[in-house]
Protein backbone atom coordinates (compact mmCIF):
# COMPACT_ATOMS: atom_id res chain seq x y z
CA UNK A 1 0.00 0.00 0.00
CA UNK A 2 1.62 2.99 -1.44
CA UNK A 3 0.74 5.66 0.49
CA UNK A 4 3.14 8.43 -1.24
CA UNK A 5 3.06 8.13 -5.11
CA UNK A 6 5.41 9.79 -7.42
CA UNK A 7 3.65 8.87 -10.30
CA UNK A 8 6.22 10.49 -12.84
CA UNK A 9 9.31 8.32 -13.00
CA UNK A 10 11.32 10.75 -14.75
CA UNK A 11 10.94 14.27 -16.27
CA UNK A 12 12.88 15.85 -18.97
CA UNK A 13 13.35 19.69 -18.69
CA UNK A 14 15.61 22.59 -21.43
CA UNK A 15 17.44 24.82 -19.28
CA UNK A 16 15.90 28.37 -18.19
CA UNK A 17 12.47 26.21 -18.34
CA UNK A 18 10.07 25.25 -14.91
CA UNK A 19 10.53 22.03 -13.93
CA UNK A 20 7.48 20.84 -12.31
CA UNK A 21 7.58 17.29 -9.80
CA UNK A 22 4.58 16.11 -8.37
CA UNK A 23 3.83 13.93 -5.19
CA UNK A 24 0.21 12.37 -4.32
CA UNK A 25 -0.45 11.38 -0.98
CA UNK A 26 -3.57 9.05 0.57
CA UNK A 27 -3.08 9.74 4.57
CA UNK A 28 -4.62 13.40 5.80
CA UNK A 29 -3.17 12.71 8.94
CA UNK A 30 0.42 13.65 7.10
CA UNK A 31 1.28 16.79 8.43
CA UNK A 32 4.69 17.79 7.17
CA UNK A 33 6.45 17.50 3.59
CA UNK A 34 9.79 17.46 2.31
CA UNK A 35 11.29 17.70 -1.10
CA UNK A 36 14.83 15.96 -1.02
CA UNK A 37 17.45 16.05 -4.15
CA UNK A 38 19.51 13.13 -4.64
CA UNK A 39 22.84 12.26 -6.63
CA UNK A 40 23.97 9.01 -7.40
CA UNK A 41 26.35 7.54 -4.79
CA UNK A 42 25.34 10.09 -2.23
CA UNK A 43 22.30 10.55 0.57
CA UNK A 44 19.32 12.86 -0.14
CA UNK A 45 19.94 16.18 0.53
CA UNK A 46 16.65 18.08 1.95
CA UNK A 47 15.67 21.32 -0.39
CA UNK A 48 12.19 22.71 1.18
CA UNK A 49 9.26 21.81 3.40
CA UNK A 50 5.77 22.75 4.31
CA UNK A 51 4.02 21.91 7.15
CA UNK A 52 0.26 21.34 6.56
CA UNK A 53 -0.81 24.63 8.15
CA UNK A 54 -0.01 26.70 4.32
CA UNK A 55 -0.22 25.85 0.99
CA UNK A 56 3.20 27.71 -0.33
CA UNK A 57 6.46 27.78 0.60
CA UNK A 58 9.05 29.61 -1.56
CA UNK A 59 13.06 29.50 -1.20
CA UNK A 60 14.95 31.12 -3.90
CA UNK A 61 14.55 29.05 -7.36
CA UNK A 62 11.94 26.08 -5.46
CA UNK A 63 8.71 26.57 -4.35
CA UNK A 64 6.91 24.66 -3.05
CA UNK A 65 2.72 23.92 -3.49
CA UNK A 66 0.47 22.25 -0.74
CA UNK A 67 -3.29 21.22 -1.89
CA UNK A 68 -4.36 19.50 1.18
CA UNK A 69 -8.05 18.96 -0.52
CA UNK A 70 -6.50 16.75 -3.62
CA UNK A 71 -3.46 15.50 -1.25
CA UNK A 72 -1.17 16.85 -3.72
CA UNK A 73 2.15 18.24 -3.58
CA UNK A 74 4.87 19.70 -5.92
CA UNK A 75 7.68 21.31 -6.32
CA UNK A 76 8.54 24.10 -8.51
CA UNK A 77 12.21 24.77 -10.23
CA UNK A 78 12.48 27.94 -11.84
CA UNK A 79 14.58 28.64 -13.66
CA UNK A 80 15.49 25.06 -14.02
CA UNK A 81 19.50 24.60 -14.28
CA UNK A 82 21.57 21.43 -15.80
CA UNK A 83 22.86 21.01 -12.26
CA UNK A 84 19.33 20.54 -11.14
CA UNK A 85 20.01 17.04 -12.61
CA UNK A 86 19.32 14.66 -9.77
CA UNK A 87 16.58 12.52 -8.25
CA UNK A 88 13.97 14.15 -6.52
CA UNK A 89 12.19 12.43 -3.72
CA UNK A 90 8.99 14.09 -1.61
CA UNK A 91 8.74 12.70 2.51
CA UNK A 92 6.04 12.99 4.40
CA UNK A 93 5.51 12.61 8.27
CA UNK A 94 1.92 11.80 10.00
CA UNK A 95 1.78 13.76 13.46
CA UNK A 96 1.42 12.24 16.93
CA UNK A 97 4.06 8.98 17.38
CA UNK A 98 5.19 8.71 14.34
CA UNK A 99 8.43 11.26 15.40
CA UNK A 100 10.97 11.02 13.06
CA UNK A 101 9.63 8.72 10.62
CA UNK A 102 9.63 9.63 6.98
CA UNK A 103 7.68 8.13 4.56
CA UNK A 104 8.82 8.82 0.83
CA UNK A 105 8.14 8.68 -2.78
CA UNK A 106 9.35 6.15 -5.51
CA UNK A 107 11.10 9.31 -6.67
CA UNK A 108 11.23 11.32 -10.10
CA UNK A 109 14.30 11.78 -12.23
CA UNK A 110 14.86 15.36 -13.25
CA UNK A 111 17.13 15.99 -16.37
CA UNK A 112 17.67 19.70 -17.73
CA UNK A 113 19.36 19.86 -21.21
CA UNK A 114 21.36 23.07 -21.48
CA UNK B 1 29.63 22.36 10.79
CA UNK B 2 30.45 18.92 9.38
CA UNK B 3 27.61 16.80 8.17
CA UNK B 4 26.47 13.31 9.32
CA UNK B 5 29.29 10.76 8.75
CA UNK B 6 28.42 7.00 8.29
CA UNK B 7 30.94 4.71 8.36
CA UNK B 8 31.97 2.30 6.43
CA UNK B 9 31.01 3.57 3.10
CA UNK B 10 31.32 0.23 1.60
CA UNK B 11 30.78 -3.15 2.87
CA UNK B 12 30.86 -6.93 1.55
CA UNK B 13 29.69 -9.25 3.30
CA UNK B 14 28.25 -13.34 2.99
CA UNK B 15 25.03 -14.74 3.75
CA UNK B 16 25.32 -15.30 7.26
CA UNK B 17 27.30 -12.73 9.04
CA UNK B 18 26.30 -9.94 10.59
CA UNK B 19 27.61 -6.51 10.23
CA UNK B 20 27.22 -3.29 12.34
CA UNK B 21 27.03 0.22 10.83
CA UNK B 22 28.05 3.79 12.65
CA UNK B 23 26.59 6.67 12.59
CA UNK B 24 27.67 10.41 13.83
CA UNK B 25 25.06 13.04 13.35
CA UNK B 26 25.29 16.79 12.43
CA UNK B 27 27.16 18.01 16.36
CA UNK B 28 23.75 19.11 17.95
CA UNK B 29 21.27 17.51 16.72
CA UNK B 30 20.18 14.32 18.92
CA UNK B 31 17.85 12.53 16.74
CA UNK B 32 19.15 9.79 14.58
CA UNK B 33 16.88 7.55 12.02
CA UNK B 34 18.00 4.93 9.75
CA UNK B 35 16.32 4.06 5.98
CA UNK B 36 17.21 1.16 3.69
CA UNK B 37 17.15 2.31 -0.42
CA UNK B 38 16.99 -0.60 -2.77
CA UNK B 39 15.84 -0.66 -5.75
CA UNK B 40 12.34 -1.83 -5.70
CA UNK B 41 11.40 -0.31 -2.18
CA UNK B 42 12.91 2.60 -2.58
CA UNK B 43 13.22 4.65 1.06
CA UNK B 44 12.27 2.45 3.85
CA UNK B 45 12.06 3.70 7.64
CA UNK B 46 13.32 1.13 9.87
CA UNK B 47 14.14 2.94 13.51
CA UNK B 48 14.86 6.35 14.91
CA UNK B 49 16.26 7.02 17.63
CA UNK B 50 16.16 10.17 20.35
CA UNK B 51 17.98 10.49 23.91
CA UNK B 52 19.23 6.82 23.48
CA UNK B 53 15.67 5.40 23.06
CA UNK B 54 13.89 3.95 19.86
CA UNK B 55 11.14 6.31 19.42
CA UNK B 56 10.13 4.18 16.09
CA UNK B 57 10.23 1.16 14.16
CA UNK B 58 9.40 0.31 10.51
CA UNK B 59 8.60 -3.19 9.37
CA UNK B 60 11.57 -4.92 9.14
CA UNK B 61 12.43 -7.83 10.91
CA UNK B 62 14.04 -8.24 14.21
CA UNK B 63 17.39 -9.30 12.17
CA UNK B 64 17.61 -5.33 12.43
CA UNK B 65 18.21 -3.64 15.30
CA UNK B 66 20.07 -0.36 16.43
CA UNK B 67 20.99 1.71 19.35
CA UNK B 68 22.46 5.14 20.38
CA UNK B 69 25.05 6.69 22.47
CA UNK B 70 25.50 9.33 25.00
CA UNK B 71 26.69 11.28 22.56
CA UNK B 72 23.79 10.74 20.01
CA UNK B 73 26.22 8.32 17.45
CA UNK B 74 24.18 5.35 16.23
CA UNK B 75 24.65 2.01 15.34
CA UNK B 76 22.67 -0.55 13.30
CA UNK B 77 23.12 -4.09 13.57
CA UNK B 78 22.12 -6.46 10.87
CA UNK B 79 22.13 -10.15 12.17
CA UNK B 80 22.01 -13.51 10.32
CA UNK B 81 22.45 -11.27 6.63
CA UNK B 82 20.21 -12.59 3.75
CA UNK B 83 21.05 -11.66 0.05
CA UNK B 84 18.09 -9.13 -0.28
CA UNK B 85 19.75 -7.02 2.60
CA UNK B 86 22.31 -5.79 -0.12
CA UNK B 87 20.68 -2.08 -0.24
CA UNK B 88 22.34 1.74 0.68
CA UNK B 89 21.76 2.37 3.96
CA UNK B 90 20.54 5.87 4.84
CA UNK B 91 21.53 7.76 8.21
CA UNK B 92 19.53 10.89 8.97
CA UNK B 93 19.74 13.40 11.57
CA UNK B 94 17.25 16.14 13.16
CA UNK B 95 17.40 18.33 15.91
CA UNK B 96 14.72 16.67 17.56
CA UNK B 97 12.08 14.13 17.43
CA UNK B 98 9.08 14.39 15.48
CA UNK B 99 7.70 18.09 14.90
CA UNK B 100 9.13 20.38 11.98
CA UNK B 101 12.39 19.29 11.89
CA UNK B 102 14.28 18.42 8.20
CA UNK B 103 16.45 15.29 8.55
CA UNK B 104 19.62 15.50 7.36
CA UNK B 105 20.77 12.50 5.47
CA UNK B 106 24.95 11.34 5.44
CA UNK B 107 26.40 9.52 2.55
CA UNK B 108 25.15 5.85 3.00
CA UNK B 109 27.28 2.69 3.63
CA UNK B 110 26.36 0.42 0.42
CA UNK B 111 26.45 -3.14 1.71
CA UNK B 112 26.59 -5.61 -0.50
CA UNK B 113 25.70 -9.37 0.40
CA UNK B 114 27.42 -11.97 -1.15
Known sequence: DQQVKQNSPSLSVQEGRISILNCDYTNSMFDYFLWYKKYPAEGPTFLISISSIKDKNEDGRFTVFLNKSAKHLSLHIVPSQPGDSAVYFCAVRSGGTSYGKLTFGQGTILTVHP | ?114
Open chain 2, 1 to 114: KAGVTQTPRYLIKTRGQQVTLSCSPISGHRSVSWYQQTPGQGLQFLFEYFSETQRNKGNFPGRFSGRQFSNSRSEMNVSTLELGDSALYLCASSFSSGGYNEQFFGPGTRLTVL
